[in-house]
């Protein structure tokens, strides 16, 4: 199996796939996240994945190249329009009946009930913390309104994604708080 992780940081995901598979092409932003990639790496003996520095949506990958690809809490610093880019993109880098999965920050803009929950829980904590967590409300609320550094959508929106692409079996999974987990199969002709 050939693996890409994208947004890919340290290696946490990376180092844990790399034992089980054939090759793992693990991609960041951040040189510095690559060269601790590649040091943990190195560490643990591992030798089968290649780091490379570039941002997701400039990254080239030959067609039908790729067997699974993942994401571990990155893609919700993507612009939207990246997003759709990307999720387009793994669709063709993918082999037939290839996988995606998407692990990461799922909430909208309070249109759920599910997001309405997460949005309350977050104040609340923030609330009883005092002067401290009312400053990070601030914070965060400006983050959230103008959706810069962190950009997050809902599960459906990520499921409207994949099955925009062609995925199908496209399923959604929340795990706690406002992380979830998304997955979809390229189907074979």
């Not at 919700?76 to 880098?93: C, M, N």
């Not at 920050?105 to 309350?120: Q, V």
């Not at 923030?126 to 599960?155: C, H, T, V």
Request: with cysteine; proline share 3%; net charge positive.
């Amino acid at each position: 199996m050939r693996v890409l992780d994208l947004g890919c940081g340290s290696g946490q995901l990376s180092l844990r796939i790399a034992p089980l598979v054939h090759e793992v092409l693990a991609v960041d932003l951040s040189e510095v996240m690559i060269e601790l990639l590649e040091q943990n790496a190195a560490r643990a003996g591992i030798t089968n994945i290649e780091g490379r520095a570039i941002p997701i949506e400039h990254l080239r990958i030959p067609e039908a190249t790729i067997d699974l690809v993942v994401s571990n809490y990155a893609l919700h610093h993507l612009r939207d329009k990246d997003k759709t880019l990307a999720v387009k993109q793994v669709s063709g880098w993918l082999r037939e009946g290839g996988h995606l999965v998407i692990g990461d920050m799922m909430f909208g803009r309070g249109g759920d009930a599910r997001d309405r929950e997460i949005i309350t829980s977050k104040l609340s904590v923030m609330l009883k913390k005092g002067p401290g967590g009312w400053w990070r409300i601030a914070k965060n609320a400006g983050r959230y309104l103008f959706r810069f550094q962190e950009r997050p959508i809902s599960m459906r929106a990520w499921m409207t994604l994949f099955e925009e692409a062609g995925f199908i079996d496209v399923t959604a999974t929340a795990v706690v708080s406002e992380a979830a987990v998304v997955r979809g199969t390229k189907p074979q002709r």
